[in-house]
């Protein structure tokens, strides 16, 4: 059981309790501001009380900025571009099914973080190299670089993507993409709206304020997990994060029920799919590894980015004044049973480390599906039956309004059609296809994530609405070019895919090595084509 239920009920049946506990709060407060300043930067974000305190000035990472990157008149006519991550050391054939999902869906040509490193070290080396190398690529994007021309005149140029580019940084032997870049990008514009207004709300009535205080907003999402991993319920990852967003019996009459992970809401985050602006992303994955190296606990990444979120999430509810107290009793059990004073972990800290990544969830997966407990509520609808109903169609009732205005799903192929190579039917709409959906949120998801179990990845792959075509896909996939718009946001901002340097001639299907060698379809997944066509001998 929760040990926050345990301690609400019995400090509920005390209201000698709540009014003392209220007591000694104000106590505190008013001792600490009389003394003058008290710092709690390590515990909050750069807080001091007891002093005036000036409004953040304004920057890229300032929430300021952002509510004004999202306001209707922001960035008019202004350009964007849309970056594609996928840490992946060499091929295999569950990565060539990433890389033909990418190429039916017209994403960016990936680039492999740490391609062509060992990949068969020890689990710490793994992961401190799949951030690091992530967060090494994202300097590398927003650092001035040197360029050398035809006349060998070296001069430094800027940076080749901006601060509040997006990226999606994905795993890459266990997923694969849905839907294309615009419901992508469209998607993360109303899930990050949502939870900037659910964050106002939990901080009360001042609850903007504080936000503009204490730079304080959304703008990363990771996808959702069921149950918290590494596991422990003292530990700040699995304790801090905020319930869940879906509805109280989402999941039927158990939904929480202890001992039933699979009708559990998701409350815990996955780090194996992320979505966010390249700064904010940067500062995370910088937080993180610095954290790994200092803080040595485990060996899984996602250890340590639930670490962070879980100290943001305290540091947000002690700003909001809703932080439960770190110590509280269990009971042990048994006829002889008693009550047992424990601990919570509390945020372990350096002087003036900031806590605020700006992280949240996906909770209803509309982009991240992951299969871990989830696989009683996935399916697969053929859409033929559906008819454009909104964005919440409810148990397959209706196709989202986002996917039945998008592109056909083999528009951009037809128009690339190689002659004397089989072609793909442009007539085919997304209403032919079948699509995944999660039957618990209603959603038709972006992605789905093979977390274990990972038998469903050779039952299911076939389900996938490209997957009898993949070899006409791979034929007939053209060039993604850099002037071929997304989408435009509602900031007035015009969405390009992301061509890295060197590659702007290979086809949808290929990618780039985190060096800048360009590969093509055939050199990375030749070899594997009979795991991943249907017709391959």
Known sequence: MNPWHLFNQELKSSRRGVFLAGLALFLTVLI??????????????????????????????????????????????????????????????????????????????????NWDHAHNIDKFKIHAAKIKGTLDHLNKLLSPRNVTNSNNITSLQPPQARPDDLALIIDGFDIWLQLPPEIFIQRYFSIIDKANERLRESLGPNGTELMREHELYQSIIFGPDKVCFPWSQFRIGCWAPPNSTLPEHAFGPRT??????????????????????????????????????????????????????????????????????????????????????????????????????????DYESELFQTVAFYDPFIDWTHAGSMTATGSHPK???????????????????????????TPLPPSLSWSDMLLGRNIATDKVWGLIHFTPPKHWIDRWWFRMWYAEYGKEITENAGVLKANQRYTKTRDGRSWYPFVPVNASDISLGGGVADSGRPMDWDGLCKRFERNVFADAP
């Open 32 to 113: 600490f501001t009389t003394r003058g300043a008290f710092s709690v930067s390590n515990v909050l974000p750069k807080i001091t009380f007891g002093t005036h305190i000036e409004p953040p000035a304004p920057s890229l990472s300032s929430v300021t900025r952002f509510l004004e990157h999202h306001s209707p008149t922001a960035h008019q006519d202004r350009d964007a571009h849309f970056h594609f991550l996928v840490p992946a050391t060499h091929s295999n054939p569950n990565l060539c099914r990433l890389l033909l999902s990418a190429a039916a869906t017209r994403f960016p040509l990936p680039v492999f973080v």
């Open 256 to 361: 929480d029920a202890p001992g039933f992970a699979h009708l559990a809401r998701p409350r815990h985050l996955n780090s194996g799919t992320v979505m966010g602006p390249l700064e904010d992303m940067r500062k995370l994955y910088q937080a993180t590894y610095e954290r790994l190296m200092n803080h040595h606990v485990t060996d899984s990444d996602q250890f340590y980015f639930s670490e962070l979120w879980g100290m943001q999430e305290f540091a947000r509810q002690s700003i909001a004044g809703t932080a439960p107290p770190l110590e509280h009793k269990v009971w042990s059990g048994g006829p002889d049973g008693h009550w047992v004073k424990q601990k919570l972990q509390a945020p372990d800290l350096g002087e003036d480390q900031s806590v605020e990544f700006h992280v949240t969830l």
């Open 395 to 421: 148990h397959g009732q209706g196709l989202p309004r986002d996917i039945a205005a998008a592109n056909s799903p083999f528009a951009h192929v037809s128009r690339n059609h190689v002659p004397g190579k």
